[in-house]
């Protein structure tokens, strides 16, 4: 079984890629007491899940000097165990903890002024350190004061060899005076082209339709703007899939939804199917 323990220094980061590895298909797990996991990778090696993250952190102060002898356990036993220690400087743990206005999970075990005084952060973040300082040599460090957290996401990756999931790539076809999709990254008007809506023979034909699509590649702006809009597509596409996106809507926008947007929304789709996942939608088609 392929295993990620993710520890470290809270407010590092854990959270971030616990997600990601989830995201990638991983059974996780959080907060897990360091001594349950040989029993816990034996439970699962009975099931359907060839991979588990867990994260283990100070929570479970009372257990983490045996996390050393439980990763040794479940190497001989044949598991592929990797350690991810996140960490971060004192400076930044505590304005990321005056953000997110949560307190520290150590702030009120001990009392070093008193037995009802609760630590203070800073006095909390450095008994975290001492405290889990015994394990960061267990595996790879990752510092991450001045680590966005999209950046920290590719970094867990790489670390784990997550092999990233595709991009979808959504087509979709609309009318401006039905409003411009609110999920759309990219908004392209068609508006200035042609419009079949006028002749009569083709009003209520739509951009799937033969008449309607010889009408418009008989019109040289249309071959124009369709190579312009596909070449903006392809140069920034990399962009956005290296931003950890998902899907990227793309919205072709004419007057009525019916003609020039379903025909670039289409003609766009079977370009970029050939490399990439494609779905291609109509939302103000009938």
Sequence with gaps: MHIVLITGISGS?????LN???????????NLPPFLLPKLATTFMNGDTPRLAVAVDSRSAASLAHLPDNVRQLQQEGH????????ADTQTLVTR??????SHPLS???????????????????AERELLAPIETLGHV??????????????????????????????????????VPQDAALVFDVRALPNPHYDLALRPKTGQDA?????????????????????FVEK???????????????AIGCTGGRHRSVYMAERLARHFRKKECVLVRHRDLG
């Excluded at 592929?80 to 960490?87: A, E, I, Y």
């Excluded at 903890?97 to 949560?102: A, G, L």
């Excluded at 309607?212 to 070449?231: C, H, K, S, T, Y």
């Excluded at 990399?238 to 990227?248: A, E, G, H, I, Q």
């Design 97 to 102: 903890f005056s953000e997110t206005r949560r």
């Design 236 to 250: 920034w596409l990399p962009s956005f899939k290296d931003d950890n996106r998902s899907y990227l809507t793309v």
């Design 211 to 231: 008449e309607v699509i010889a009408f418009l590649e008989a019109q040289p702006e249309v071959g124009d703007m369709l190579n312009d809009i596909r070449a």
């Design 142 to 179: 990752i510092e991450t004061s001045n680590m966005s957290a999209n950046r920290l996401r590719n970094w867990v990756k790489d670390f784990v060899d997550i092999e990233r999931a595709p991009l979808t790539l959504y087509f979709e076809s609309f009318a401006f005076k039905m409003g």
């Design 80 to 87: 592929d165990v990797k350690v991810l220690f996140l960490t």
């Design 20 to 30: 990601v590895l989830e995201d990638s298909g991983y059974f996780c797990i959080d």
């Design 13 to 17: 980061g854990k959270s971030v890629a």
């Design 108 to 126: 009120h075990r001990g009392e070093p002024c008193g037995e009802s005084a609760p630590r203070t952060l800073v006095e909390a973040i450095h």
